[in-house]
């Protein structure tokens, strides 16, 4: 199984600060990672994809790396709408698997 | 439009099973491959199972396998989770999601459309 290890859990954050959340897989994976925004009681939305690919409608401030093992997701410019709880995901093998999350908040 | 919808949920007494389902529109349901997730109280994303297009390909959760059985009918647009001996730590909202790939296996590609959840409370 590729399990899946966020960091931080949590941070704090001005607007206008550049953030970058890691995520790491017990196993290799390539690039079946993806990255998920998450806000209380909204549906999760995909922000990248296949590791560095931007969905179609999120801005360009969000952008994703990594390959392997090791991959993290970048916001240049934290937004107000920015604040919420971040999730990588494994596509890979099954189980498919989710990170812990990264709870973003307001410094 | 795509949408999912689920349904199924409520409050159930521990020991008891419920089947929740999703029903798909707007895009070629018997084309995808459907899974489903919850988020307990306070806790993050859990992935529970996933069904390929045509049912040939079913995963689950190594922490769930025995009590919690995915399926599809594709005349009827739909899926299905079957969870039986209701536990407390089930209590959680339950997302059903459309994967990406069209044709494909359970793995590979990624969650495009989600539906806006069903909560199961498990309590006696």
């Known amino acids: 199984d590729s399990q899946m290890t966020q960091s931080p859990s949590s941070l704090s954050a001005s607007v206008g600060d550049r953030i970058t959340i890691t995520c790491r897989s017990t196993h290799d994976i390539s690039i079946s990672l993806n990255w998920y925004q998450h806000k209380p009681g909204k549906a999760p939305k995909l922000l990248i994809y296949d590791a560095s690919s931007l969905q179609s409608g999120v801005p360009a401030r969000f952008s994703g790396s990594g390959s392997g093992t090791h991959f993290t997701l970048t916001i240049s410019s934290l937004q107000p709408e920015d604040f919420a709880t971040y999730y990588c995901?494994?596509?890979?093998?099954?189980?498919?698997?989710f990170g812990g999350g990264t709870k973003v908040e307001i410094k | 439009e795509v949408q999912l919808v689920e349904s199924g949920g409520g409050l159930v007494q521990p020991g008891r099973s419920l089947r929740l389902s999703c029903v798909g529109s707007?895009?070629?349901?018997?084309?995808?491959?459907i899974h489903w997730v919850r988020q307990a109280p306070g806790k993050g994303l859990q992935w529970i199972s996933g069904?390929?297009?045509?049912?040939?390909?079913?995963a689950y959760a190594d922490s769930l396998r025995g009590r919690f059985t995915i399926s599809r009918d594709n005349a009827k647009n739909s899926l299905y989770l079957q969870i039986n001996s209701l536990r407390a730590e089930d209590t959680a909202v339950y997302y059903c999601?459309?994967?990406?790939?069209?044709?494909?296996?359970?793995?590979?590609?990624?969650?495009?459309?989600w539906g806006q959840g069903a909560l199961v409370t498990v309590s006696s």
């Open positions: 707007g895009f070629m349901f018997d084309d995808y491959a």
């Open positions: 999601a459309k994967g990406s790939n069209r044709r494909s296996r359970v793995t590979g590609g990624f969650f495009d459309y």
């Open positions: 069904i390929s297009w045509n049912s040939g390909h079913i």
């Open positions: 995901q494994q596509t890979y093998n099954t189980p498919l698997a």
